[in-house]
C-alpha cells in the first residue's frame, strides 16, 4: 500500500482482556518497529523486527506483550490481561532496509488503546 | 542511555512568522542520526526534515530549516514563513546505529491566523 496502516484505530477493552493490533507495513520493508505513545509523550520503542526474526523486545514493558511478524510483512501485538496502565497509543513504523544511519521510520496512524 | 529533551511543551506563533522550536540531545556516540517529526491532529507522524551528525551544513527542507550545533547537543528547527496546516505536535527523535528511535516529550505548535 501506500503507507503503513494499522487496526484497529481504536480499541476499548476491559480490564482483563486480551487485545491484538494489526500492523501493515509499507510493501517491501525489511524493518519494522512497534512503539507505545502515552498522552502527552513522545512515543516510546517496544520492540523490533527484520523481516520475520525479532531482533530487539527490550522496550516490552511486560511478559504480558508480545509480538510477531511470521511471514515478514504484517505484525501483530498482542497485550494478554490488559491493565489501565496499558491505555495509549501503539505506534507502529517501518523502513526500508535493516537498520544504518541512513533509514527513515515511515509511522501508521496509530491504534489508541483504551483499558477500563 | 540516550535522552532527548524539548524544554518547550507548548508554542504559538503568529501565521506567516518565523518560529524555532529547541531540542537538546545526551550521547557519547559520535556518528547518529537526528530528525524532527510533525504529529497532527490525526496522529500520523510525518517526518519532516533529518540531519546527519557528521555533516557540518545543516539540513534544510524548504521552509523548515535546523540549527545543529554538535558539541552543545543541540538540534533546533526553525519554521519559516509558518502555515495554518503547521499546527501540529513536533517531535524531535535520535537515532544511532541501528535502529531504536529516541523521542523527545514533544513541542505543540499552535499558528495563529
Known amino acids: 500500500g501506500a503507507g503503513v496502516s494499522q487496526s484497529p484505530r481504536y480499541k476499548v477493552a476491559k480490564r482483563g482482556q486480551d487485545v491484538a493490533l494489526r500492523c501493515d507495513p509499507i510493501?517491501?520493508?525489511?524493518?519494522l518497529f512497534w512503539y507505545q505513545q502515552a498522552l502527552g509523550q513522545g512515543p516510546e520503542f517496544l520492540t523490533y523486527?527484520?523481516?520475520?526474526?525479532?531482533?530487539?523486545k527490550s522496550g516490552l514493558p511486560s511478559d504480558r506483550f508480545f509480538a510477531e511478524r511470521p511471514e515478514g510483512s504484517v505484525s501483530t501485538l498482542k497485550i494478554q490481561r490488559t491493565q489501565q496502565e496499558d491505555s495509549a497509543v501503539y505506534l507502529c513504523?517501518?523502513?526500508?532496509?535493516?537498520?544504518?544511519?541512513?533509514?527513515?521510520?515511515?509511522f501508521g496512524p496509530g491504534t489508541r488503546l483504551t483499558v477500563l | 542511555a540516550q535522552t532527548v529533551t524539548q524544554s518547550q511543551p507548548e508554542m504559538s506563533v503568529q501565521e506567516a512568522e518565523t518560529v524555532t522550536l529547541s531540542c537538546t540531545y545526551d550521547?557519547?556516540?559520535?556518528?547518529?542520526?537526528l530528525f524532527w517529526y510533525k504529529q497532527p491532529p490525526s496522529r500520523q507522524m510525518i517526518l519532516v526534515i533529518r540531519?546527519?551528525?557528521?555533516?557540518?551544513q545543516n539540513a534544510t527542507e524548504n521552509r523548515f530549516s535546523v540549527n545543529f550545533q554538535k558539541a552543545a547537543k543541540s538540534f533546533s528547527l526553525k519554521i519559516s514563513d509558518s502555515q495554518l496546516g503547521d499546527t501540529a505536535m513536533y517531535f524531535c527523535?535520535?537515532?544511532?546505529?541501528?535502529?531504536?528511535?529516541?523521542f523527545g516529550t514533544g513541542t505543540s505548535l499552535t499558528v495563529i491566523p
Open positions: 523486527f527484520q523481516n520475520e526474526a525479532q531482533l530487539d
Open positions: 550521547t557519547s556516540e559520535n556518528n547518529y542520526y
Open positions: 513504523a517501518s523502513s526500508l532496509t535493516g537498520g544504518g544511519y541512513t533509514d527513515t521510520q515511515y
Open positions: 540531519q546527519e551528525a557528521y555533516k557540518q
Open positions: 527523535a535520535f537515532k544511532e546505529y541501528g535502529n531504536q528511535f529516541y
Open positions: 510493501s517491501g520493508h525489511v524493518s
